[in-house]
């Protein structure tokens, strides 16, 4: 009877002990709450939507990521990450408290509307294309074929687009000698244009003008940059809004 009493005492408290590693948050969800600035930061660093994660609910029970999504676009929640390893994201849900800023609500719902949006497509087919870059390359559906193209859609007057132009250039000549990857990029802008722009910052990814029309309609995107990584079949392995992301999901990719 004794040794029952203490193998069920270890169990509570091994299992209290796991729970408590487990809600081990980076941050207090109240204290970063205190101004917009705080949290946009924070926010912008720490959490990665389009990444693969663990998603947890307000009670910490674990859901889909298509809900998590849902009710950080039509709700009152902000997320936080737990603590773990660099390549491990685990979020949970919590209540926007009533005097945060409104500012938070409500760029929250447009992250996380367009992170749900960008999720949807995985899985899909990329919508077929048959492009001529710069150097008047062909690139499309045929000659990409059995590789991992990775995307970056942007225009010339895209703050965040060129900000990160040495971090996604770093990111190309990282996997030049993966002959089976291949990074192009969508701009909207005109060939003359272009070419006056990229003397001055040059990109390493093969640039194709005059795409609006094909991102607004075949992409529907509204917002940039974005990025996409097809898998080798030509389906849609990720969409993703930033760099910090694109590099995560396509370490994962690479791998497979």
């Avoid at 980076?26 to 939507?49: F, G």
């Avoid at 500012?103 to 949006?117: E, H, L, P, R």
Wanted: net charge positive; with cysteine.
């Amino acid at each position: 009877m004794q040794k029952s009493i203490i193998i069920i005492a270890f169990i509570i408290f091994t299992s209290g002990f796991a729970q408590s590693n487990k809600e081990t948050l980076e941050v207090n969800p109240n204290q970063i709450q205190k101004s917009y600035t705080d949290w946009s930061a924070y926010q912008s660093k720490n959490i990665m939507l389009s990444v693969d994660f663990t998603a947890l609910d307000v009670n910490s029970k674990e859901i889909t990521k298509e809900s998590f999504l849902d009710q950080l676009a039509n709700g009152n929640f902000i997320p936080i990450r737990l603590k773990s390893a660099p390549a491990i994201y685990t979020y949970k849900l919590f209540k926007i408290l009533p005097k945060s800023d409104t500012s938070i609500k409500a760029s929250m719902n447009q992250i996380a509307f367009d992170a749900y949006k960008n999720y949807k497509m995985e899985g899909s087919l990329f919508p077929k294309f048959s492009f001529k870059d710069l150097n008047d390359n062909l690139i499309s559906n045929e000659t990409m074929k059995g590789k991992i193209i990775v995307i970056k859609c942007w225009y010339i007057h895209c703050a965040p687009c060129i900000r990160e132009f040495p971090q996604v250039n770093k990111l190309a000549e990282e996997y030049k000698d993966r002959k089976d990857i291949v990074f192009i990029s969508l701009a909207e802008d005109a060939p003359d244009k272009l070419k006056i722009f990229l003397a001055k910052k040059p990109l390493k990814y093969a640039v194709v003008p005059n795409m609006k029309e094909y991102m607004n309609q075949a992409l529907e995107l509204n917002s940039f940059p974005t990025h996409f990584i097809l898998n080798k079949e030509g389906k849609i392995a990720k969409v993703l809004s930033n760099f910090e992301s694109l590099e995560v999901a396509l370490a994962k990719e690479s791998r497979l």
